[in-house]
């Protein structure tokens, strides 16, 4: 009989959940990470476009390749994928010349595509499920595609429809809380109820983050991006340090295998299909 070993496919290698618990401090991050994302890539982009360009991607794949070859969930490795995907998924959604409809309507596609894929492929889109090498880069495939729809929403919302930056916060800000909404009073999944406030959280922070950092004849309070980056980077770092001393974000073990997980993964016991819980 073959081993459990031998019986993994490519991409299949089992691995601990290298993702955080869905809590009040992720949410609380993860919109402060979107923030800074957004005005460090403008504050780059101002000063030098080849350096904007150079940062960001030389950032985006330092940052993956840290985390992808992690043994387990460190805060501080996380976050930094997370921020630098944040930079580079606001290049990302500024780059093509579609304007922000045809950017909006091209990662909105991409992003079905991706999670379609994923699903089809794996049968669960649970950040619990995430446990093989596979399901990983599913995730941060997903995850930088939520960050190019989100900057190129926001900036439909604030200036193609000019709302401007405010407007277009609070908007945001009334519609994160829809999926909690559904999930509470219609039954709304809870693996659909986070991925929509996830996606949402960019276009919030970055609205919020243009606001207090574009100057005042663009219906901003003139902060300035590189003071915005620079405050949103210190709270981030005082709150991953918290976590990472803490560990209160570190998902607990669940004896339930995701379904399909075959091989070691099962054997194991690792993280199953609970569902994203604490949105």
Known sequence: MRSSVSRLLPGDEPVAAKVPEI????????IL?????????????SVNLV????????GFATALWLQLRSRRYQASVYWFAVVMLAVFGTMAADGPPIGHVGSTVFYALVLAAVLWRWHRTEGTLSIHSIVTRRRE???W???????????????????????????????????????????????????????AAYVVTRPLGASFADWLGKPVHR????LGDGVVSALATVVIVGLVAYAARTRADVQAPRLDPPAGTTGMARATGAAGTAGVAGL
Request: proline residues 1%; contains cysteine; aromatic residues 14%.
């Open 23 to 30: 809590t009040g401090l992720f949410w609380t991050i993860k």
């Open 33 to 45: 990470s979107t923030g800074m994302g957004e005005a460090t890539a403008d504050f780059l982009a």
């Open 51 to 58: 350096l904007a360009a150079a940062v960001g991607l030389c």
């Open 137 to 139: 880069h599913y995730y």
């Open 141 to 195: 495939t997903t995850v930088l595609a939520t960050f190019a729809l989100g900057t190129a929403l926001g900036d439909l919302t604030a200036d193609t429809l000019h709302l401007g930056y405010l407007a277009s916060a609070l908007m945001f800000t009334a519609i994160i809380a829809v999926p909690a909404f559904a999930r509470r009073w219609y039954g709304l999944g809870e693996v659909a109820a986070f991925w």
């Open 219 to 222: 219906h901003g309070l003139g």
